[in-house]
């Protein structure tokens, strides 16, 4: 271990002065968005591999984080042993998902398939911004949130209602937090 860092500012810093091979990264960083600083830190850093380890749902995030370039997602409630396994398989420069995120990717099934498969249909940033909604964020703090425009995070919404299939906030906020519940 070469350092440890509470926030995204730190983050960065510690990733000039530092050179870690392996970086486990909680998505959920103060200060910056997980997938913005797993981009940001591939961009900078393309040797560096990352482990995220999150509290959120493997089922709904895993993908999106390797699409994104991490090599590993795991959850917080995973086992020291599972997480050293992870750790020396990213370290090889393998990719490490769970056995059952694996099987349920290869066969394309999941609990509530139809929820899932639209959801597995939006983009990382959609994502990103479904996620900031259901916590209650507006507009304006996405925005600042993710480094884009006030006028993007409308946009995104309007695909999100159509992605998803509802007419209005609620709902979409409704049908991600239904998500998250059935896909645990």
Request: charged share 25%; glycine share 4%.
């Amino acid at each position: 271990v070469v350092g440890k860092v509470t926030n995204g500012k730190d983050l960065f810093k510690a990733l000039k002065t530092k050179n870690p091979d392996v970086v486990i990264l909680e998505i959920d960083l103060p200060d910056i968005n997980g997938i913005t600083a797993l981009r940001t830190i591939k961009a900078e850093n393309p040797g560096t591999k990352i482990l995220i380890l999150s509290c959120h749902p493997e089922e709904m995030y895993a993908l999106n984080a390797i699409k994104a370039g991490a090599a590993a997602y795991l959850s917080k409630t995973a086992s020291t042993e599972i997480l050293s396994e992870a750790v020396h398989q990213v370290a090889r420069g393998g990719i490490y998902l769970n056995k059952e995120i694996s099987e349920k990717i290869k066969s394309g099934t999941t609990r509530s398939n139809n929820l899932v498969s639209r959801y597995k249909k939006l983009s990382t940033r959609e994502i990103e911004v479904l996620n900031l909604l259901s916590t209650g964020k507006r507009n304006k703090d996405i925005a600042e949130a993710l480094d884009i425009n006030e006028k993007t995070v409308s946009t995104y919404k309007t695909r999100l209602l159509k992605k998803l299939r509802v007419d209005n906030l609620a709902d979409l906020i409704n049908q991600s937090r239904l998500l998250q519940i059935r896909t645990t």
